[in-house]
């Protein structure tokens, strides 16, 4: 089965209805971003729903966001760009998941996306071989997920700018992505 990540949830009311749609996990961003929440909101979205694995993200951190990110209990981390140094280490040792955007073998799963993420750029998505499980992200939406899984059968699919409607998650594009992703599922 493709895991789907629905990213940028702003909302415990928009966490809901995507865990409904059938995401498997869910992406609270954590710094500069349109989509970027509060601290009082991730915790509130995080407290919300304490059985769905939430992954927290972050670009071009320090070892002090990271260590106030773990102190939320959210499933992951996923970091963008600049990392403390032996930051999945820290992620470990505080008991959660390390989503790495590079080949690192220390990582729980890679995500590759595009150069510049959370813009809803297509990339040439590739899956390498790798030991460890591999997500795409970059531009993906419910009009071309479908290919993309086809073609490359990732281990998972993470999405954003392709489930909104003026800047704002749409259950309706989520539920759509999800149904095209277990169109090929099944």
């Given at each position: 089965m493709t895991h789907v990540k629905v990213c940028?949830?702003?909302?415990?009311?928009?966490?809901?209805?995507?865990?409904?749609?059938?995401a498997d996990f869910l992406g609270?961003?954590?710094?500069?971003s349109p989509r970027q929440v509060s601290w009082e909101s991730a915790r509130g979205i995080v407290e919300a729903l304490p059985d769905v694995p939430i992954i927290a993200v972050g670009m071009d951190v320090d070892e002090k966001w990271l260590q106030?990110?773990?102190?939320l209990s959210v499933w992951g981390v996923q970091l963008h760009g600049g990392t403390p140094e032996r930051w999945i280490d820290m992620v470990h040792r505080a008991g959660r998941r390390a989503i790495a955007t590079i080949l690192d073998e220390a990582a729980d799963i890679v995500l590759l996306d595009n150069r510049r993420p959370g813009r809803g750029e297509p990339w040439e998505w590739r899956k390498p071989k790798f030991l460890r499980p591999i997500w795409l992200a970059g531009g993906l939406s419910p009009h071309n997920v479908h290919e993309v899984v086809r073609a490359l059968g990732p281990d998972g699919v993470d999405?954003?700018?392709g489930v909104e409607r003026n800047g704002e998650k749409d259950p309706q594009l989520i539920r759509d992505f999800i149904q095209e992703v277990r169109r090929v599922d099944n």
């Open positions: 940028g949830i702003k909302s415990a009311d928009m966490a809901r209805q995507a865990r409904l749609a059938g609270i961003v954590m710094t500069a106030a990110i773990l102190e999405v954003s700018t």
